[in-house]
Every structure is written in structure tokens, then in C-alpha cells.
């Protein structure tokens, strides 16, 4: 990564590394003596200054985050003006993105997919309640703490119900992680954030992105036509999640999963086998991954039998229970 150049200090904080540099500015890991404790500074670049619309694009973010108060949304600690930059100043989320945790292993089993979906779900359903919608998910934009939470971020082109903040030469969003809506250039709502998260869950349990080729025309082509099928996931992925997921990925929004809460109790009764916290073996999960050691044992996950499982049962006890009655009467 090209680094910039470290200033001592951002305001009382100083300054550690630059951990990343994006399309609006740098990122800064800092440390704040006060309370000893590390937080990111996001700032806006100094070439950026003049640019109306970033500037408005940045507020934005900033807005939409203090809004929000959730354990899967990255918090916001403070904003200001300094020599003319602005800073954003936020909780560092100890972890690795998604993005670096497909790159090092395109095997999630499909408990590490479920529970990292799971908490993106949530922080979805916090924002969509809140009428944003967050328009660029994908996986540099997730993070996963070792401490085993999913964080979403970047709220830098979200979309505050009929507002819209247009930058000229810039596509809003990522090609690769559109929906079909959104390659058409149509009105964006929290449909499309669904159809988004669905490319991200198929590629945690595929190990492969379900659209994309080497050119942006080819990969939006394959958005707006190309289906998925219950045969495309791997043979472990359990058919109700296949489901899930191919409901997510309907290319008509109106066909689409209805909605981020729909989709959480769908994954609900999918995970009722496993346990309910699941922070602790991902952390383990993510150890292993980074340390590219064996996987842990994944947590139990239960079978659940199929209803008609249970009426058949039901039917053998009571035929049994009945044959006893005869025999002794
Ligand atoms: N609060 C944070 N804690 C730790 N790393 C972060 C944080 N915010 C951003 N990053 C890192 O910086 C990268 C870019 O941040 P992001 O907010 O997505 O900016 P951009 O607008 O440049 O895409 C992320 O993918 C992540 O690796
Ligand atoms: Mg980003």
C-alpha cells in the first residue's frame, strides 16, 4: 500500500501507522494518551479540498454514523476541522476486513459464513430502520474484530431516503458488488443492499465471486442475467441456506428476500442448531486463518428433522402403543 506521509499528531492523538488510503483520504491509526486507548482517524485528503461534493459526501458519513449506535456498525467518536482537513475520528476495530479474509482463505465453512451474515444482517436492519441505505457493500467495507464481531463501515455514499449526492465521474458503489438496479442506474433502495450482501454470502460459502470476469461490462452483464443455482454452492452449504442466499441474489427486487429483517429470521431458524454466541469460535476461526494453522472444530450444529420426520414418528409410536393395547386386552 502507498503510504502518506505521517504528521506527529491529528489534534490530541498521535499518530501510529497509516492503515489505509482510500477513495476520500487516509486512514490513520492513532493513540489517544487520555484514555490510552488506539482509535482511526479517517481524514480528507489535501488534494481533495475545493471538491464541494466530497466535502458533502464526508458530512455525510459522519452524520449517518453518529446516527447509528450498534455493536455491528463501526462508532463514531468525534469530527473536526484542522488546518484545513477534516477529520473523522472512530473506534479501531482490531481485526482484518473481509476482503484480506477471502484473499487468505476462500474456504468459510458455512458456520463462519452464517455468523459473519449474521451480524452484517443486523447492522443492516439498523440502518435500513433508520431510512439509510448503505449502497457499498462489499468485502473491503466489512470487518471482523478477533474478537469474532462483523463490523460494517464506510457509510461514505449512503443514501438518506430521497437525497441523493452525485459526484461527477464517480460510479456509486462497486461494479463487482452492484445490483442489478443499480447497473441499470435506477432508484436504489434497501433491496439493493440485500442483493449486495447476497454476492458477499455467496462468495464466503463458494469461495468465489458469483459474477465476476475480467472486464466491468462483462461482470454487470452477468448481474443483470446470470442465475444462480442451488448447484453452484459447495455440497457441504445446507439447502435452506442455498435458499437464503438465491433469494438475496432474485435479480427483481420485487422478488428479492423482502427485507434486511426477513432475512435474519430466515438465517435465524437456519442456525438454530448452533449456538447463539458465536463470537468465540470465530475469533478461533480467524486465528487459525491468519496463522494458517488447522481449522478448530467447528461448533456443533444440530439437525433439526424435518417436520414430516417428526409426524412419521409420532405415527410409529402410536401404532406401536396401540399394538401393546390390543395384545394386553
Ligand atoms: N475503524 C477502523 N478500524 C480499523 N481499520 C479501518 C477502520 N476504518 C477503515 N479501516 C481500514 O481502512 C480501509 C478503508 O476504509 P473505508 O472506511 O472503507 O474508506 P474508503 O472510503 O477509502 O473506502 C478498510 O477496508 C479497513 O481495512
Ligand atoms: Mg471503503
Not at 464526508?58 to 452524520?63: D, G, H, L, P, Y
Not at 476541522?81 to 477529520?87: F, P, R, S, W
Not at 406401536?320 to 393395547?325: E, F, R
Given at each position: 500500500m502507498?503510504?502518506?506521509?505521517?504528521?506527529e499528531?491529528i489534534g490530541?492523538?498521535?499518530?501510529?501507522?497509516c492503515?489505509?488510503e482510500?477513495?476520500?483520504?487516509e486512514?490513520?491509526?492513532?493513540?489517544d494518551p487520555?484514555?490510552d486507548?488506539m482509535?482511526v482517524v479517517k481524514?480528507?485528503q489535501?488534494?481533495l479540498?475545493?471538491?464541494e461534493?466530497l466535502?458533502?459526501r464526508?458530512?455525510?458519513?459522519?452524520?449517518v454514523?453518529?446516527?447509528?449506535n450498534?455493536q455491528n456498525?463501526v462508532?463514531?467518536?468525534g469530527?473536526w476541522?484542522?488546518?484545513?482537513?477534516?477529520?473523522l475520528?472512530?473506534e479501531?476495530?482490531?481485526?482484518?476486513s473481509?476482503?484480506?479474509i477471502?484473499?487468505?482463505s476462500?474456504?468459510?465453512?458455512?458456520?463462519?459464513?452464517?455468523?459473519?451474515?449474521?451480524?452484517i444482517?443486523?447492522a443492516?436492519?439498523?440502518?435500513?430502520?433508520?431510512?439509510?441505505v448503505?449502497?457499498?457493500?462489499?468485502?473491503?467495507?466489512?470487518?471482523?474484530?478477533f474478537?469474532?464481531t462483523?463490523?460494517?463501515l464506510?457509510?461514505g455514499?449512503?443514501?438518506?431516503e430521497?437525497?441523493?449526492?452525485?459526484i461527477?465521474?464517480t460510479i456509486i458503489?462497486?461494479a463487482?458488488?452492484m445490483?442489478?438496479?443499480q447497473?441499470?442506474g435506477?432508484s436504489?433502495t434497501?433491496h439493493s443492499?440485500i442483493f449486495s450482501?447476497g454476492i458477499?454470502?455467496f462468495?464466503?460459502?463458494a469461495?468465489?465471486?458469483?459474477?465476476?470476469?475480467?472486464?466491468?461490462?462483462?461482470?454487470?452483464r452477468?448481474i443483470?442475467?446470470r442465475?444462480?443455482?442451488p448447484?453452484?454452492?459447495p455440497?457441504?452449504?445446507p439447502?435452506?441456506?442455498?435458499?437464503?442466499?438465491?433469494?438475496m441474489l432474485?435479480?427483481?427486487p420485487s422478488?428479492?428476500?423482502?427485507?434486511?429483517y426477513?432475512c435474519l429470521k430466515?438465517?435465524?431458524?437456519?442456525m438454530?442448531g448452533l449456538?447463539?454466541?458465536?463470537?468465540?469460535?470465530?475469533?478461533?476461526?480467524?486465528?487459525s486463518?491468519r496463522?494458517e494453522?488447522?481449522?478448530?472444530?467447528a461448533p456443533?450444529?444440530k439437525?433439526s428433522?424435518?417436520?414430516?420426520?417428526w409426524?412419521a414418528?409420532a405415527t410409529?409410536?402410536?401404532l406401536?402403543?396401540?399394538?401393546?393395547?390390543i395384545?394386553?386386552?
Open positions: 502507498k503510504k502518506a506521509k505521517a504528521p499528531k490530541p492523538y498521535s499518530v501510529q501507522d492503515i489505509g482510500g477513495s476520500m483520504g486512514i490513520w491509526l492513532c493513540h487520555s484514555l486507548r482509535l481524514r480528507m489535501l488534494a479540498r475545493g471538491y461534493d466535502v458533502q464526508f458530512n455525510r458519513e459522519v452524520q454514523l453518529a446516527a447509528m450498534h456498525i462508532q463514531v467518536y469530527y476541522m484542522e488546518k484545513g482537513l477534516l477529520n475520528s472512530m479501531f476495530i482490531n481485526g482484518w473481509l476482503r484480506q477471502l484473499d487468505k476462500n474456504t468459510f465453512p458455512p458456520w463462519v459464513a452464517c455468523s459473519i451474515l449474521w451480524g444482517l443486523n443492516l436492519v439498523h440502518t435500513h430502520t433508520r431510512k439509510f448503505h449502497r457499498d457493500l462489499k468485502p473491503s467495507n466489512i470487518m471482523v474484530d474478537a469474532g462483523a463490523k460494517l464506510d457509510f455514499v449512503v443514501r438518506i430521497d437525497q441523493e449526492i452525485t461527477p465521474g458503489g462497486s463487482a458488488y445490483s442489478p438496479e447497473v441499470r435506477e436504489v434497501e443492499d450482501l458477499i454470502a462468495e464466503m460459502l469461495g468465489r465471486h458469483p459474477f465476476k470476469e475480467d472486464s466491468a461490462e462483462k461482470t454487470t452477468n443483470l442475467s442465475e444462480i443455482y448447484s453452484d454452492f455440497e457441504d452449504v439447502p435452506s441456506l442455498r435458499r437464503l442466499v438465491r433469494r432474485a435479480k427483481e422478488r428479492r428476500a423482502n427485507s434486511a426477513a430466515e438465517l435465524d431458524s437456519i438454530s449456538p447463539r454466541e458465536l463470537s468465540h469460535p470465530l475469533s478461533s476461526w480467524l486465528r486463518v496463522k494453522m488447522p481449522f478448530p472444530a456443533r450444529w439437525k428433522l424435518p417436520p414430516l420426520a409426524l414418528i410409529g409410536i402410536g406401536v402403543a396401540g399394538m401393546v393395547l395384545a394386553v386386552v
